[in-house]
């Protein structure tokens, strides 16, 4: 089955400062990357997501590349503020119609200091 | 538009006992996975269901089953509880013909002693 690795586990980063965090996957056949973030006890939300014939997308200060030869894909975000603090999930996902199977990456504890 | 809701939101079981969770989906949406996020680790597939049939499954025992009803609710029933078994059982509901964007429920804490 499928396999997703997320690295760093932890960042902290100084506010405005950029965090990155990268994933890595082992199905070829997964054609859907989401990011979620989950805030202390609450639901994890989706932030953005990629599919697998584009390369790039970005969303105000989140964008997220997709290597599909290395099975990589990374989460970027600039000027952080303190309310990005987060754990961030990077997921890989196969299917269509009725059936989507996701496998969700470990999680990084994202701190962003004042 | 109503958000997918999950209950009860907190339960304590013993060791051997059974329980049931229930979702109720967006609206509109057909479609209906159950994950389990232990403490600190991502969430993990159980199970999917659509137009109320399984359709995909992870690597969870069979003590761990479910239903879908006509309006797309659904149940997760885990019997024979083990203490492994605490953690956070999050709902989320999609549409077959969506994004693919999982919408979360805030999940139902179970803690098994």
């Known amino acids: 089955g499928e396999n997703v690795e997320q690295h760093p586990s932890t960042l902290s980063v100084q506010e405005g400062d950029s965090a990155v965090i990268k994933c890595t996957y082992s199905?070829?056949?997964?054609?859907?990357f989401p990011w979620y973030k989950q805030e202390l006890g609450k639901r994890p939300q989706l932030i953005i997501d990629?599919?697998?014939?584009?390369g790039e997308k970005k969303d105000q200060r989140i964008a997220v590349t997709l290597n599909k030869t290395a099975k990589h894909f990374s989460l970027h975000i600039t000027e952080t503020q303190p309310e990005d603090s987060a754990v961030y999930f990077c997921?890989?996902?196969?299917?269509?119609?009725?059936?989507?199977?996701?496998?969700f990456g470990t999680g990084t504890k994202l701190q962003v200091i004042p | 538009e109503t958000g997918v809701t999950q209950s009860p939101t907190h339960l304590i079981k013993t060791r051997g006992q059974q329980v049931t969770l229930r979702c109720s989906s967006q609206?509109?949406?057909?479609?209906v996975s159950w994950y389990q996020q232990a403490l600190g680790q991502g969430p993990q597939f159980i199970f999917q269901?659509?137009?109320?049939?399984?359709?995909g499954r992870g690597n969870f025992p069979p003590r761990f089953s479910g239903l879908q009803f006509p309006n797309y609710s659904s149940e997760l029933n885990v019997n024979a509880l083990e203490l492994d078994d605490s953690a956070l059982y999050l709902c989320?509901?999609?549409?077959?013909?969506?994004?693919?964007?999982?919408?979360f429920g805030e999940g139902s804490r179970l803690t098994v002693l």
């Open positions: 989320a509901s999609s549409l077959d013909r969506g994004t693919g964007e999982l919408f």
């Open positions: 199905d070829s056949a997964s054609n859907y």
């Open positions: 990629i599919r697998s014939n584009v």
């Open positions: 997921a890989a996902s196969k299917g269509s119609g009725g059936y989507q199977k996701v496998t």
């Open positions: 609206s509109g949406h057909n479609t």
């Open positions: 269901y659509y137009r109320e049939e399984e359709n």
